[in-house]
């Protein structure tokens, strides 16, 4: 009798995404028990639900990807000490952050709340979203705020194309997913809804900048949409957009899976700080064999493939990717020359930026 489990199953069990497992088993810390060699399919054990939950358990207190391994191999008390050692250097970094901050006078002296947002690690399905009447359900009023800034940067601003001056909202396998682009990039974010929910929307971009602030004030709220509008409201907070006749971009073909010539993957904080001061030009990527050049500044990255060509993106763009993305780690794919740039969450598919590179 067959007892072990498709990734699906897995996933449910660990509290990890597909997306996640796929990218454990690429770099080696949680393979399949078995791939079946004719169609794929990855299943999993009941022994490896403990290790795929120590996992998600260290990933959720930001333990690096370069530090799980050792953890998971260590006792419980090494571990401990693995990750307490990890906290104090967080602690560390928050604090010079603050500073940094009050430096500038960018943060009032009673202000010392530095607590990033809560990730979803819920992989969305891939099936096409078909219209209902209404759709009622229920979501994280803040983490609808912060995916909405998340995805703002990458709007259209071209009035001669108002169809991108817009965000995308499609609901499906309970998860609503945020999606913008102005033709030279593409930001996406999923949020995990309480209830599967399916619609397709496309909402002006400078409502949803109005929702931030007061989403910011919520807890849970109650998310409506029909064919023609989309409501989010709790208490006597009511939030409303309505629907544009307009064809958003098709986003979906850059979302299957690619072999990438180069998968580099970083610590999010040193390549913002390795990033030039100023937002405006180009900014060079230089894969290595063990980092990532930025310009003439070099920052360590775990390397996967070879590319042996310079990349150029435009600096405010890239500091955009990596800014809004999610956890301490981003993963950076680079593909063909004329291919766009893959920011992503490390071990997570709810946040995503697709930057096209600088045709020489």
Do not use: K
């Not at 050692?85 to 202000?111: K, Q, W």
């Not at 990730?119 to 979501?139: M, Y």
């Not at 180069?262 to 064999?289: F, K, M, N, Q, Y």
């Amino acid at each position: 009798m067959d007892t072990s489990m498709t990734i699906g199953a897995f996933a449910r069990r660990t509290g990890l995404s597909a997306t996640a497992l796929r990218f454990y088993d690429r770099r080696g810390l949680l393979a399949p028990a078995f791939v079946d060699p004719s169609t794929g399919y990855r299943r999993y054990t009941e022994t490896q639900v403990e290790t795929g939950t120590l996992i998600r358990d260290l990933r959720r207190v930001e333990v690096p990807l370069t530090e799980i391994e050792a953890a998971l191999q260590a006792t419980p008390a090494v571990r401990a000490t693995i990750v307490a050692t990890h906290l104090e250097r967080l602690d560390a970094f928050h604090a010079r952050v603050r500073d940094e901050a009050r430096a500038l006078r960018l943060l009032d002296e009673s202000d010392t709340d530095m607590t990033p947002p809560t990730a979803s690690t819920n992989e969305p399905s891939r099936t096409e979203p078909s219209p209902a009447p209404t759709a009622r359900c229920a979501i994280s009023a803040p983490e609808l705020a912060r995916g909405i800034e998340q995805v703002l940067p990458a709007v259209g601003t071209d009035p001669e194309a108002p169809h991108l001056m817009t965000v995308l909202l499609a609901a499906d396998g309970g998860v609503l997913r945020l999606v913008a682009t102005d033709r030279h990039r593409m930001a996406l974010r999923d949020l995990v809804l309480d209830d599967d929910a399916t619609f397709e929307l496309v909402v002006p971009a400078a409502t949803l900048t109005t929702w931030i602030e007061p989403l910011a004030e919520l807890d849970v709220a109650e998310l409506t949409a029909d064919g023609s509008s989309v409501t989010v409201s709790s208490g006597n907070t009511s939030l409303a957009a309505d629907a544009l006749p307009v064809r958003f971009p098709d986003h979906r073909p850059l979302l299957e899976p690619t072999s990438p010539a180069a998968e580099l993957v970083v610590d999010r904080a040193e390549l913002l700080e390795a990033l030039p001061d100023t937002d405006s030009g180009a900014v060079t990527l230089t894969p290595g064999t063990a980092d990532l050049l930025i310009g003439s500044t070099s920052i360590p990255a775990t390397v996967v493939g070879a590319l042996d060509r310079v990349v150029a993106l435009e600096s405010r763009y890239l500091r955009d990717a990596a800014a809004n993305a999610v956890g301490p780690e981003l993963v950076v794919e680079i593909n063909d020359e004329r291919a766009p740039v893959v920011f992503r969450s490390a071990d997570d598919g709810a946040y995503l930026s697709l930057v096209m590179p600088i045709i020489p």
